[in-house]
């Protein structure tokens, strides 16, 4: 199946946006780790911005991000959102609370503890009222997601955003799903071409193939260590504006294949 | 247009009891699951609906890493009405790897991370050895569960939208069965008590301390429940006969409006219930029996009433039907699916227990007693958290 890619947004450790970090994602420059630096939304009314956790600050950034370049409004685009665990220090603290003699929670860490609270918020956000899903599929989270959306964009022939993004747990649920660092991306999905396109993704589900490695170490392990961040290798072929095929991680005995087309080059 | 996917197996488990047989039968005798909460010791009083039987029969061999209260629940549905039969038919039909597996949940095995924060070791703060995190608490996990126990080898993924969760998986299979990435999905999930959300719906102010009345001009709030649910669907065929029930058309649209507030005109509902009559390509005057997401709060209530007058007028019956198993937050979709189908099969329209005196503010047709009725097209509610709206609409067979 086809769909067309019209915008990226990305956000992680020493990379700073989409178009920032091309050079690094395509090789041509040495990858150097740094701190997650998340672009503040303006978009949430400053009430709503105080109690946003991190996993929602990213979401609205690279969801953000991706739209800039595509023409499309958010708030009629469909949206599916994709993370292994949600927001990992709000569920600590939850679990903190409950275990302690003290059990009242606070109704804001309660709706933050929702899988589906990035959602809502960039539904806030954006005026946003068309469908929109939260997905989970432990390490297989990002290409889950990218399934839901691009089948969706196929069947219902729509525009659709993915917004896929992890953050770490605190210890200890840390020791037992270690996640390297907060991540997230952004892919804005149509089902038919427009000059905004600059990537046509042909995919398939691959019982056969091993997923696609980086072949910088920083990055691999990035790759290795975050759900999010298994969508690198693809993320890699779309910067070097190559035709590539890339396999990514989905589940243990499935894999995400897509057949990767520069549009750009093409054009130009 | 979507074209309707045949329901060829469906099963749930409620604190109503186990099966399609024990619900049709509470739901015809207004009996109620709800009971006080002896789940744990909350420092409050509440009413829960509460699935006996969880608590002493761990999952063991193969399957013992996915041991937990959400999973355990799980595999309590998957047994009951041939459910396992009919998949393992499938199976044999279009092959493992040809059937989806499309499941949600809200908590998934929280519970499990909840007990072991209370037995962290002291010196080092570690959560307990055998704590299995993958494949328990993990969003995940109720999927993974269900595609290990069943053998399949197709796609699969968790919905997790609050209390919407397993109604948009329905509308998740359709597309990924319209696209023919699948021939055939197991739809559903499961949802079970814990602290967080008996503590957490708590500190919204919104849980009743008697069970739950929806639509009552007294209601005070929601009565939590606990229930599993699974669905197969296939495409129409040769199977079909004059008992199956049809999955025709999901809506689902965003609130846009607040984390844990309905739009108070209800205008996400009301863009759900319209996009699911687009997709089966009904009006509302095709409607025969609207079961309401109606979960006894103040203002949930009163926006969905909005929502639901403004399509329908009073000329639909409506119920909701929490009062019989609770809100089972997100199993509440693949429960009221289920109840939905009954509806259907049974010739009777579910009333409304503990409801006892209408609010005269609400203006929809509300049904507090339940009837016998022929329902050949049935319209169920999903909202949650986070304003994640779903409509699902079933049909009998033509």
């Not at chain 1, 003290?102 to 899988?115: A, D, G, M, W």
């Not at chain 2, 493992?96 to 080092?124: K, P, W």
């Not at chain 2, 309401?292 to 000329?315: I, K, N, P, Q, R």
Request: aromatic share 8%.
């Amino acid at each position: 199946m086809r769909v067309y890619l019209e915008g990226v947004g990305l956000c992680g450790p020493g990379l700073d946006g989409w178009e920032a970090s091309l050079p690094v994602l395509a090789g041509a420059q040495d990858y150097i780790q740094a701190p997650i630096r998340v672009p503040v939304s303006t978009l949430l009314p400053p009430n709503e911005r105080r109690r946003a956790v991190q996993t929602v600050k990213i979401a609205l950034a690279v969801g953000t991000e991706a739209f800039a370049g595509s023409g499309r409004d958010p708030a009629e685009t469909a949206s599916v959102f994709a993370s292994s665990g949600g927001d990992g220090e709000t569920i600590d603290d939850i679990m903190k609370v409950l275990a302690s003699a003290n059990r009242e929670l606070s109704p804001t860490r309660f709706h933050n503890s929702v899988h589906n609270a990035p959602a809502g918020y960039w539904g806030i956000a954006n005026g946003a009222r068309a469908p929109s899903s939260s997905l989970s599929c432990h390490d297989g989270s990002f290409s889950a997601g990218f399934l839901e959306a691009a089948v969706q964009a196929v069947t219902e022939q729509c525009a659709v955003v993915l917004i896929a993004y992890d953050v770490g747990y605190p210890a200890p649920l840390s020791l037992v799903r270690p996640i390297g660092a907060a991540f997230g991306v952004a892919l804005v999905l149509s089902p038919e071409f427009l000059d905004s396109a600059f990537a046509c993704l042909e995919w398939r589900l691959d019982p056969e193939s091993a997923a696609s490695v980086m072949a910088a170490p920083g990055l691999e392990a990035l790759r290795k260590n975050i759900p999010a961040a298994r969508c690198l290798p693809l993320l890699a072929v779309l910067a070097r504006q190559a035709a590539a095929e890339v396999t990514l991680d989905y589940l243990d005995d499935l894999a995400l294949t897509l057949d990767v087309t520069p549009l750009t080059v093409g054009l130009a | 247009m979507m074209k309707p996917l045949a329901m060829r197996n469906f099963s749930l488990v409620t604190s109503l009891g186990a099966g399609r047989a024990a619900s049709i039968a509470a739901l015809r005798a207004g009996a109620t699951g709800l009971a006080p909460c002896r789940f744990d010791f909350l420092p409050f009083f509440t009413h829960t609906g509460e699935v006996p039987g969880l608590d002493g029969d761990p999952l063991t061999g193969t399957l013992a890493g996915f041991d937990c209260r959400n999973n355990r629940l799980a595999l309590m549905a998957l047994e009951q009405d041939g459910f396992l039969d009919s998949v393992a038919a499938a199976r044999s039909r279009y092959g493992a790897s040809r059937i989806g597996v499309f499941a949600g949940t809200s908590t998934s095995g929280l519970l499990q991370t909840e007990q072991a924060y209370r037995n962290r070791d002291a010196a080092t703060g570690n959560l307990p050895q055998n704590f299995d995190y993958d494949r328990t608490h993990n969003t995940y996990s109720v999927a993974r569960f269900v595609r290990s126990v069943c053998g399949l080898s197709g796609p699969a993924f968790v919905v997790s939208t609050a209390c919407a969760a397993t109604a948009k998986v329905y509308a998740s299979a359709a597309r990924f069965i319209a696209a023919g990435i699948c021939d055939a999905a197991i739809v559903g999930g499961a949802d079970t008590l814990c602290a967080t959300t008996l503590q957490g719906f708590f500190s919204l102010g919104v849980m009743a301390e008697e069970p739950c009345r929806p639509y009552d001009a007294n209601r005070r709030g929601i009565s939590i429940g606990e229930a599993a649910g699974f669905s197969l669907l296939e495409r129409s065929g040769a199977a079909d006969d004059a008992d199956t029930i049809f999955f025709c058309g999901a809506g689902e649209s965003a609130d846009a409006y607040h984390m844990s507030s309905p739009h108070p005109e209800g205008e996400g509902a009301r863009l759900a219930m319209d996009r699911a009559l687009a997709a089966a390509g009904l009006e509302p005057a095709d409607i025969d029996y609207i079961n309401l997401h109606g979960t006894a709060t103040l203002v949930g209530d009163s926006a969905e009433d909005h929502a639901v007058f403004s399509l329908f007028g009073d000329a639909t019956p409506c119920s909701s039907t929490k009062g019989f198993a609770g809100h089972t937050l997100g199993a509440s979709g693949a429960v009221e699916a289920a109840f939905c189908a009954l509806a259907i099969q049974h010739g009777f329209m579910p009333g409304s227990p503990h409801t006892r005196e209408i609010d005269s503010d609400l203006r929809s047709q509300y049904v507090c007693q339940g009837r016998p009725a022929r329902i050949d097209v049935a319209l169920s509610n999903s909202f949650g958290f986070g304003g994640s709206n779903c409509s699902l609409l079933f049909r009998r067979a033509a």
